[in-house]
């Protein structure tokens, strides 16, 4: 797709979350690619060499007062989502909807805590959005592949806060969160189209926001068919999933392997 429109492929290792990352994966993700004859623009950006850059946005947020310091454990928000008067527990992207528990209730410094987890206030964050543009629904993105849901996606202020919530954009074992991450790594490798799995399409409405706020652009986003296994289960190495190797050793072409994706 990419030499098609006559741009380049970029890849980029996600590795923030070093408990999950492996050398040999890594190794695997090129071998693979490489195999399905994907060709990609060097250097290579890694996540984890740019968690200053992630640091200083974060800082930007926490000046506007736009997060928030969370110590609620998984525990506490079990808790507060599974109370009788609650109902059943929303989903969201992320999980389970945070019930806002520490919105409000810990004294704002000046300087942002670190080793901390950090929530963006959505209601806040939206009606930044709303100040900073003239356009009717500025929460909207394209997206150009999933079978379900292509054509310009929309979201409004009622659905950001119900279905997504407050999210996390900093984590205390790593200083930041794949979705604040991703979007500045986009705008930074002047990304004008982002091709991944469908298992994050609804994340992608977050990142929308993070890009209002943050002065970035939105790509176009492709959102292909997840690979599975004979079992139905999607392939992700860190959990043994039927890796493309696998298929490789059965004689499946390349061909095949995009033609799952791509369809």
Same mark, same amino acid.
């Not at 946005?57 to 928000?77: H, K």
């Not at 609804?202 to 990142?207: P, S």
């Not at 296994?229 to 050793?249: C, M, Q, T, V, W």
């Given at each position: 797709?990419?030499?098609?429109?006559?741009?380049?492929? !970029?890849? @980029?290792?996600? *590795?923030?979350?070093? /408990?999950? &990352?492996?050398?040999?994966?890594?190794?695997?993700?090129?071998?693979? +690619?490489?195999?399905?004859?994907?060709?990609?623009?060097?250097? !290579?950006? @890694?996540?984890? *060499?740019?968690?200053? /850059?992630? &640091?200083?946005?974060?800082?930007?947020?926490?000046?506007?007062?736009? +997060?928030?310091?969370?110590?609620?454990?998984?525990?506490?928000?079990?808790?507060?989502?599974?109370?009788?008067?609650?109902?059943?527990?929303?989903?969201?992207?992320?999980?389970?909807?945070?019930?806002?528990?520490?919105?409000?209730?810990?004294?704002?410094?000046?300087?942002?805590?670190?080793?901390?987890?950090?929530?963006?206030?959505?209601?806040?964050?939206?009606?930044?959005?709303?100040?900073?543009?003239?356009?009717?629904?500025?929460?909207?993105?394209?997206?150009?592949?999933?079978?379900?849901?292509?054509?310009?996606?929309?979201?409004?202020?009622?659905?950001?806060?119900?279905?997504?919530?407050?999210?996390?954009?900093?984590?205390?074992?790593?200083?930041?969160?794949?979705?604040?991450?991703?979007?500045?790594?986009?705008?930074?490798?002047?990304?004008?189209?982002?091709?991944?799995?469908?298992?994050?399409?609804?994340?992608?409405?977050?990142?929308?926001?993070?890009?209002?706020?943050?002065?970035?652009?939105?790509?176009?986003?492709?959102?292909?068919?997840?690979?599975?296994?004979?079992?139905?289960?999607?392939?992700?190495?860190?959990?043994?999933?039927?890796?493309?190797?696998?298929?490789?050793?059965?004689?499946?072409?390349?061909?095949?392997?995009?033609?799952?994706?791509?369809?």
């Amino acid at each position: 797709m990419s030499l098609a429109a006559q741009g380049d492929f !970029v890849l @980029r290792i996600e *590795d923030i979350d070093q /408990t999950r &990352a492996r050398p040999q994966w890594e190794t695997q993700i090129y071998d693979d +690619l490489a195999w399905l004859g994907i060709r990609w623009a060097q250097p !290579v950006m @890694r996540q984890s *060499d740019r968690l200053d /850059t992630y &640091a200083k946005a974060l800082d930007t947020l926490w000046e506007q007062g736009l +997060l928030y310091e969370c110590r609620c454990t998984r525990a506490d928000i079990a808790a507060a989502t599974s109370a009788p008067q609650e109902g059943a527990p929303l989903l969201g992207p992320d999980g389970v909807i945070y019930p806002g528990t520490c919105r409000g209730k810990h004294q704002q410094t000046t300087k942002r805590p670190v080793d901390a987890v950090l929530r963006l206030n959505m209601a806040q964050a939206l009606h930044q959005t709303s100040q900073n543009t003239s356009q009717p629904n500025p929460l909207s993105f394209h997206e150009a592949l999933h079978p379900d849901h292509r054509g310009v996606v929309k979201a409004n202020g009622p659905h950001m806060l119900r279905n997504v919530g407050d999210i996390v954009l900093a984590r205390r074992d790593m200083g930041t969160s794949y979705h604040l991450s991703v979007v500045l790594d986009d705008a930074t490798q002047g990304i004008t189209d982002v091709v991944r799995g469908a298992d994050l399409f609804d994340a992608t409405i977050i990142h929308v926001i993070l890009q209002k706020i943050l002065g970035l652009p939105t790509p176009t986003y492709h959102h292909h068919r997840l690979i599975r296994d004979e079992n139905g289960k999607r392939l992700a190495k860190r959990d043994d999933a039927r890796a493309i190797s696998l298929f490789r050793k059965e004689g499946i072409m390349p061909t095949e392997i995009r033609s799952i994706t791509m369809d």
